[in-house]
């Protein structure tokens, strides 16, 4: 079934329509989008948390797996926010047409977001054990364990994330959403709630010397076999979406490795505080939904002609910017409210409500300014030398987050005393 939906007309009137606005500046209809979205994110990660903070003595136990954890749960949100990005701005612009079939947009990017959700899983497995080394972190666990985990959780998770996507994209078709607005919340709520429990379903796979070398060859070889076929399959758009995709992908993944190296350096204080690994999924996602979205509009804009790739921000573009933050405030403060009484329902330590909420908006406002910095310039480098923004801006922009937002948590915590 074929359906033509053209959102760039309700989109411009929507734009152009001074009622349409509050006293901040945000349209009422796009603050409220994004807000309902962010409170479902912040909802879902808290309740990942808890599944953290409750298995951190079995993180612990396995020993670099919390190395591996960070970047394992964003890949997914990173691939599939992408993918409803490409999907948005062809609903913006009325060419999005929903068909499953190979050739349309949505096949394509279908095969394109599976090739590279395996693949990817895989290349985090080595690259994780590499990390490891490299920073001297005991890891017990060998090559072919991690590359199990990885590369077994990650293709599991990536059809149900691929299916939440492709509900925000039929959605926004149906109830005239902007999808700029929902799907990087959203699609990055699916990923952490699916993603860890089918991480830690598949450990035991790992742990059985009997079996773990078999499944790491089946897992590896899965992973070229994909990559190779789908890049065979002679479409130029599927090409470029892999080509493009993949390049960006790995400096994600060397992003969120480093976050994953901070948290596993801090792994024996969150161990006595485990209402900050509560916190941490919630932190991090609402801050890189926060750049996804503005991301996306971005590069919707840009796309539409609504704002120019110049090298400093214009009207409009400071305008998403200004919004951005006005968001950031209730999201991030409500996360943190909502880990401290999941936290303390489920009867973990941790610090008091106003140094969870301090925490967060301290260390959370200061890594969306970075954000903000990589999602307007990142789609304007993009822009300039011909790649598609949509591709690259949200796994840079959650990616950084990733990176910054540990780095500020850290920072945020010490500056509270609380370290």
Not at 61 to 86: C, D, E, H, T
Not at 88 to 107: D, K, N, Q
Not at 378 to 401: F, H, K, N, W
Request: charged residues 10%; hydrophobic residues 60%.
């Amino acid at each position: 079934m074929d359906r033509t939906f053209p959102l760039l007309a309700r989109f411009r009137l929507r734009r152009a329509t001074p009622q349409g606005r509050g006293a901040s500046g945000v349209p009422h209809w796009a603050g409220t989008q994004s807000l309902v979205a962010l409170a479902l994110l912040a909802v879902v990660s808290v309740v990942v948390g808890i599944l953290l903070g409750a298995s951190a003595d079995r993180l612990g136990q396995l020993g670099g797996l919390l190395l591996m954890v960070p970047a394992a749960i964003a890949l997914q949100g990173k691939i599939f926010g992408a993918l409803g990005s490409r999907l948005g701005t062809a609903i913006h612009a009325g060419t999005f047409r929903l068909s499953l079939r190979p050739a349309t947009v949505v096949g394509e990017n279908i095969l394109a977001g599976l090739a590279l959700s395996i693949v990817s899983s895989a290349m985090l497995a080595m690259l994780a054990k590499a990390a490891a080394e490299l920073f001297n972190i005991p890891v017990p666990m060998s090559l072919a364990a991690f590359v199990v985990i990885s590369t077994l959780g990650g293709a599991i998770s990536s059809f149900f994330v691929l299916v939440v996507a492709l509900g925000m994209t039929a959605g926004s078709v149906r109830f005239g959403w902007d999808p700029d607005n929902v799907t990087a919340p959203l699609v990055t709520a699916a990923a952490d709630v699916i993603t860890l429990p089918v991480l830690l379903l598949v450990v035991p796979l790992a742990e059985s010397e009997a079996v773990v070398g078999a499944v790491a060859i089946v897992c590896g070889a899965a992973a070229v076999v994909t990559a190779v076929s789908v890049w065979q399959s002679g479409a130029p758009s599927l090409r470029s979406i892999l080509r493009e995709s993949f390049g960006v992908l790995v400096i994600a993944l060397l992003l969120d490795l480093g976050a994953g190296v901070i948290v596993e350096q801090q792994e024996v204080f969150l161990g006595r505080l485990p209402s900050l690994l509560v916190l941490l999924p919630g932190y991090l996602a609402v801050g890189g939904a926060l750049g996804g979205i503005l991301s996306s509009r971005l590069a919707s804009k840009l796309h539409l002609g609504l704002i120019e790739p110049s090298a400093l921000p214009g009207r409009e573009a400071r305008q998403e910017v200004r919004n951005t933050f006005l968001m950031g405030l209730p999201a991030l403060a409500g996360t943190a409210a909502l880990a401290y009484a999941a936290a303390r329902i489920a009867g973990l330590a941790g610090p008091g409500l106003g140094q969870m909420i301090g925490v967060a908006l301290f260390g959370g406002l200061v890594a969306v300014a970075a954000a903000a910095l990589v999602a307007y310039y990142g789609t304007i480098v993009a822009e300039r030398l011909g790649l598609d923004p949509d591709t690259y801006g949200i796994p840079l922009v959650t990616s950084v987050m990733d990176l910054v937002g540990a780095l500020t948590l850290v920072a945020a915590l010490a500056a509270l005393a609380i370290l």
